[in-house]
Each structure stands twice: as C-alpha cells, then as structure tokens.
C-alpha cells in the first residue's frame, strides 16, 4: 500500500508524538551552516598557511576561492564578508612576509598580481552576495506563499466546518422531528380524543388509546435517548475508549449491515478526556467515509496500547485510493481526510492513511497516552 502522511502541528517523528516547533525544524539547518562556516575558516588558515611557506607561483585569487565559496554557502552575507576582509588581509600580509622591505618596488609585477587578487576576491564576493540575496528573496516570496496557502486552506476548512456544523444541526432537527415529533403528535392525538365528550365511555376503547400513549411515550423517551448518545455517548466518559467504540460499532452494523469488529491490543488505560473524545470524532467519521466511498464488507477497529503511544485504526476491505494523489477537496465531498487530520493535530497526533485502488484503506491516528 501506499502511505500518506498527514502531520498536523503536533507530528510525532521517529515513533514519538513529540510536538515539533519551528526551533526544531531550523536546528538542522542552522547546524549545517556553522559546519560549513568552520571547514571554511579551516580551508582558509589551510590555504594562507601554503601561500606563505611556498615561493612557487600561486594564483592567489583561484586558491582562496575555495574557502569564499564554503562561505557563501552558508547564505550568511555577514560570514561572507568577513571571510573576504580575512583572504585580502592575508593576501597582502603574505607579500608582505614573503618580500620584506626594500626588496621589491611597488611597481613590480608581484605586486600588482597581488592587487589583481584582491580585485577578483572582491568581485567574486558581490557575485555570491547577489546569489544570497536573490536566494533569500526567493525563499521569502515562497514562505510567503507558503503562509497565504496556509491561511486559504485554514479559512476554507473553517467554512466547510461550520458547513458541516449546519448539516448535523439540520440531520438533527430532522431526526428529532421524525423520531419525536410524530410520535408527541400521535400521543397528543390520544388524549385530545380521550379529553373529548363523545357519548358513554367505553373502558376498552379507553384502555387501548392509554395502552397506545404508554407506548409512544415510551418510543420517545429511547429515540432520544438515541439521538443524545450518538451526540455525546454517555460510555465514552463513563468507561473510556474501547467500550465507546464497541457500543458504536455496534450501531453501526445495525444501521449499515457492514461486518464490524473491535480489537484491543496492550495494556489498557484511559486517556485525557479531550483526547479519548477527538479519537472516537475520528473514529466516527472514518467510518462515515467508508459508508460512502468504500463499498467495503468487513472493517477492523483496532485500538493498541503501546507504552507511550496510543494507536487508533480503521481499516476496510473496499475500493481504496490512490493516497499519494493529491486530495483536494471539493465543495461536498473530500473533506473527511482534512477533518480527521485537523482533530488529530489538536491533540498533537499523527495521522496517517494507508490506500491502493482495489486494496483497501487503513486511517490510523498515534499520539501521547498523556494527550491533553
């Protein structure tokens, strides 16, 4: 299978669900710089050390390139000129030595190489300056960029969240209308009858309308409670993760006829609450996709305990995806990825998707058993 890797602002790296902060991300870089700076200034006392002990002819401005070019590539202009004001210092200092006063004019030959040096260091430096310059202000347009594509796609999963919202605002208000609302008119129905004057009573007639209320009025009360625990199930904080996602498991072979099972691996232990309820979020609406894009027969809930993390998967056996195509979502459809990504980045988790066409999809979330 293919893996996608969904990292949200918590990522977990190297089996950890540490959170990586833009400090840590920049170490790496910064590391490489100051190495590099290093074996430039050890290349230039290495080079200025040569020049000085040997009279053979140098091209002073070929071998002092070396150590000019280690520096630019650390894009640091302030190390790049200081390396240059070193080389030209050296460059002369080196004459200096090596043809002491009065030996040689200043109109000889060596010398004005030695100028002509100096030339071609201070024209190489504005060369790489330039490079730095244009290579930051690359690297700012994209981080630019970078950032308003950021931003677009935060404020366009805030609108399809609040879509979202006013669809299961609207399910629900449809819900209570055809679960509750039918049956308190029926019930209502029932007493205006029994209420109403209509000749000599009849016990029998009497009985069955109280018989026929009791009943609605027992309906009523499990349809709302039906509504309530699929909003904010009562085991998910009574007794925690697993037996939550059993009891929906459940519901939803009820609902779906899909065959469902939950496996639970390790030791078991609670979690945060806020954590236990954005991984049954995930849960709920990982098996949502898979009702409406999978056409999958068997799906495997598995949660495992492992010493420091927590691992979250649902997997199926349906028509699967190419999860290394790009996912972008469109106006009512695509979403459920982004959402479960953004819900496991708000408690610091990775969320990652495993699919090949015709192989299945597994969606797994891991993250800190100390989860806030």
Known sequence: ?????????????????????????????????????????????????????????????????????????TRDRRVLW???????????????????????????????????????????????????????????????????????????LS?????????????????????VGQKLTALGINLEIMKAPSGPP????????????????QETIESIRNVMAELSPAVLGDFGLAPALRWYAEQFNKRTGVAISVQEQGQARRLAARAEEELFRIAQEALAN???????????VTLEFMPRDIRLSIADDGCGFDATAPQEPSRDDGWGLMIMRERAATVGGQFEVESAPGRGTRVSVILRSDAP
Do not use: C
């Open 82 to 156: 200081i390396f240059t004001v070193l080389l030209i210092v050296a460059t002369l200092v080196v004459y200096a030595l090596q043809f002491g006063p009065g030996s040689h004019t200043l109109r000889e030959p060596v010398f004005y190489n030695r100028l002509l040096d100096v030339v071609s260091l201070l024209a190489m430096t504005g060369l790489l300056h330039i490079w730095i310059t244009s290579i930051r202000t690359s690297e700012a347009r994209a981080r630019l960029i970078k950032a308003q594509d950021e931003r677009l796609e935060a404020a366009r």
């Open 290 to 300: 898979v009702t409406k894009h999978a056409r999958a027969r068997e799906i495997v």
């Open 159 to 179: 609108h399809r969240l609040v879509e979202v919202q006013e669809t299961e605002r609207r399910a629900l208000a449809n819900q209570l209308h055809d679960l």
């Open 202 to 217: 009849d016990a029998t007639k009497d009985n069955a309308r109280l018989e026929d209320s009791a009943k609605l009025v």
């Open 1 to 73: 299978m293919e893996t996608l890797r969904i990292a949200g602002s918590g990522s977990v790296q190297a089996g950890e669900n540490s959170t990586v902060t833009p400090e840590m991300a920049q170490a790496p870089l910064a590391d490489r710089r100051s190495a590099l700076a290093v074996f430039a200034l050890v290349s230039a006392l290495g080079l200025i050390v040569l020049d000085l002990s040997t009279w053979a002819p140098l091209d002073v401005a070929s071998i002092y390139g070396l150590p000019l070019m280690l520096a630019g590539a």
